[in-house]
């Protein structure tokens, strides 16, 4: 497959890019903005975890600002020591609590982490995804959740 010389120069200044973000921050966050009219959420990810020997963290269905706070807050707890599992409760300030998931399709997903590690979809990074809590009570599992599934996609229903 060969590429445009202009997508290959882009791709080596997004790499080059990542890399001194994660270099200074030890962790990058990517934000992705999807087609609303098509169903297709926004969603975020880190990029940098796998390196300190933890999955990735996605969140999905959130704006750019929402996204990075919440990636930040909990990349920052991982950082600092804290091994997520499945099935965590975590608390993120004054805002609606999360749930960390496993997400079984991380190579569906994580363009640039498996970019940035050099390996293939097929041997993706791992990732869990962070499912918030509706402000109006309930999480996407719950009957009484107010936003249709295609909001907050389940683990695994979704790719980029």
Known sequence: MTTDPRTIAWLDQEDSRLAQTIRAHRV????????EEAGEPPFGY???LFGVGHPELVVVGVGR???????????????????????EVIAHGEA??????ELPNPGDILFSANR????????SVPAYQLSWAHRDGGFPWDP?????????????????
């Open 28 to 35: 990058a966050v990517q934000y992705v903005m999807r087609g």
């Open 116 to 123: 940035f590690y050099q390996r293939p979809d097929e041997f």
């Open 96 to 101: 609606e609590p999360l749930v960390v998931e």
């Open 144 to 160: 009484e959740y107010p936003c249709p599934p295609e909001c907050q996609p389940r683990p695994g229903t979704w790719r980029a």
């Open 46 to 48: 880190t990029v940098g």
């Open 65 to 87: 600002e929402a996204a990075c706070g919440v990636l930040q807050h909990v990349a920052g707890l991982v950082l600092a020591g804290r091994d997520l599992v499945p099935g």
